[in-house]
């Protein structure tokens, strides 16, 4: 062989496993649509990248994600989902209500979606069964609603003799109906008396508080919306500043100072969201991955602020709990 014959194929060696880099599948990449903002919930965000680890799949590393927040605003939905499909998402990820699911279902139906909701997702026509989902998507349902008559009685227990309850509802979501008729069924259940505030953005927000001594409310509760997963700071504060008993449905609440806390754990949904997303990566079907639902729900209730507000925690409750934050 000659000198530059030789040469060339030296050249042609050295360059040979850069080309074959260079042609290698991108990084798959992992849509995640939000009603939220980003900053609402880090914890449970971190614990999705925790459910995609255990799987064999590390951000930055061999998947990528791509966040679109909406910011409790319901209408900017369809164009994220959009945008999702436009990047080339392997899969979609969707938090905060059903909205963001119904946004991702309608902009494909063939990319695998998961979602976490907080209903029924037979009866909101998101899959065909459970176990068997059909279709492009399976998910978590956290079961919010069916546990409003649990809060109901909880702030009966830690509050036993302040007046007229109240509960938030923000119209603009699709479900508040839905979810009001449940609060409202349970309320009779109990023979409970429940005065209903609308609110769907800051304003009504503020007014709302305003206007319970008028309306002699002596507790409240949230019907869940991610509008008020994001004001939680504020609604918080003002349940401070008017010494008023309430009980929501997210333990975020309880750890950032709220009286008390019942329901699904968000961070437990959200890595089981990882991990079906990461199976999903792997070759495995919507179909073929059931929706999961909890078997447990947690009771946190923050001992401080109880004290702060004059309460006594019945013995018997705290016993009960799975956390007591002092």
């Known amino acids: 062989m000659r000198r530059r014959e030789f040469l060339t194929v030296l050249a042609g060696l050295a360059t040979w496993p850069f080309e074959v880099h260079a042609e290698q599948a991108p990084i798959p990449a992992v849509g995640f649509l939000s009603s939220l903002s980003a900053s609402a919930l880090t914890g449970p ?7 995609l680890k255990s799987v064999g799949y590390t951000e930055g590393k061999n998947v990528e994600t791509e966040f679109r927040w909406a910011d409790g605003h319901y209408d900017r939905l369809p164009a994220l989902a959009a945008d999702l499909i436009a990047r080339q998402v392997a899969v979609i990820v969707t938090i905060g209500g059903d909205p963001p699911a119904f946004a991702a279902k309608a902009a494909s139906t063939t990319i695998p979606i998961v979602f976490i909701v907080g209903r029924d997702p037979v009866e909101l026509g998101l899959v065909r069964s459970l176990n068997r989902p059909g279709g492009n998507a399976t998910g978590i349902n956290l079961l919010i609603t069916e546990v409003e008559s649990k809060r109901i009685e909880l702030i009966r227990q830690l509050a036993p003799t302040s007046n007229s309850l109240a509960v938030f509802v923000n119209p603009k979501n699709a479900d508040a109906a839905v979810q009001l008729n449940a609060v409202q069924s349970a309320a009779h259940a109990l023979n409970e008396q429940i005065k209903v505030f609308n609110v769907s953005n800051e304003v009504e927000l503020e007014k709302a508080f305003a206007n319970f001594s008028k309306d002699d409310i002596g507790a409240f509760i949230l019907v869940a919306d991610p509008f008020f997963v994001d004001r939680r700071d504020q609604i918080i504060s003002s349940a401070a500043q008017g010494r008023l008993p309430a009980v929501y449905f997210l333990r975020e609440f309880a750890e950032s100072g709220g009286l008390a806390s019942y329901g699904s754990n968000l961070a437990e949904a959200y890595r089981q969201a990882g991990v079906y997303a990461g199976k ?11 929706v999961v639902q909890p078997t447990k729900f947690d009771l946190v209730i923050n001992l401080k602020t109880a004290k702060a507000l004059g309460l006594n925690v019945p013995p018997a409750l705290l016993a009960t709990a799975d956390e007591v934050i002092e």
């Open 280 to 290: 999903i990566l792997s070759g495995a079907k919507p179909n073929d991955l059931p």
């Open 45 to 51: 965000v971190a614990a999705f990248r925790d459910g």
